[in-house]
């Protein structure tokens, strides 16, 4: 979860560069896709001339870009303590696979309000199934891991 939340992170900040780079490559005639892909190329190239347009007339609109890199990095930083103390620190896979579960109600409402092909939010919605999957088994692991350290539960004993 930490690397994929830092690459996801660090790749937000050269958004501009990035989906310049991936159109010239999706519209390289030499490229397999763009025979096999034509609407993914299509879609590509649309997002590339939005993103450059709205960098080169507002280029303040891609702070919110930054900001969403920013916050990538700081949940990474936050799996620290799963790593250090995992049965203490539960409560943050939990809430990471209440993450991943709640992007597929946002790609569902958002995708279409933005105008998203559905295809695309299935991409969005991929990241919160794939990103579960781990954490189930995290999870999992943590509540055996709890069950050791704290031994068998005991009815108290009455005195007196």
Do not use: K
Not at 59 to 88: E, S
Not at 110 to 128: E, K
């Amino acid at each position: 979860m930490m690397v994929g939340l830092v690459v996801a992170g660090v790749t937000a900040f050269p958004l501009t560069h990035e989906v310049r780079w991936l159109s010239s490559v999706l519209t390289n005639p030499h490229t397999p896709l763009v025979a096999h892909m034509p609407w993914l190329t299509s879609w590509i190239q649309q997002v590339t001339t939005g993103i450059t347009a709205t960098s080169a007339t507002y280029p303040f609109i891609a702070y919110g870009t930054d900001w969403l890199a920013y916050a990538h990095l700081m949940i990474a930083v936050a799996f620290i303590g799963p790593l250090r103390d995992p049965v203490r620190n539960v409560w943050v896979v939990q809430w990471a696979m209440i993450a991943c579960a709640s992007i597929i109600p946002l790609a569902l409402i958002a995708g279409p309000v933005r105008h998203i092909p559905f295809w695309w939010s299935c991409i969005d919605m991929s990241f919160g199934v794939f990103g579960l999957v781990p954490l189930v088994f995290v999870h999992r692991y943590i509540r055996r891991l709890a069950a050791i350290s704290v031994g068998p539960v005991t009815e108290p004993v009455a005195v007196g």
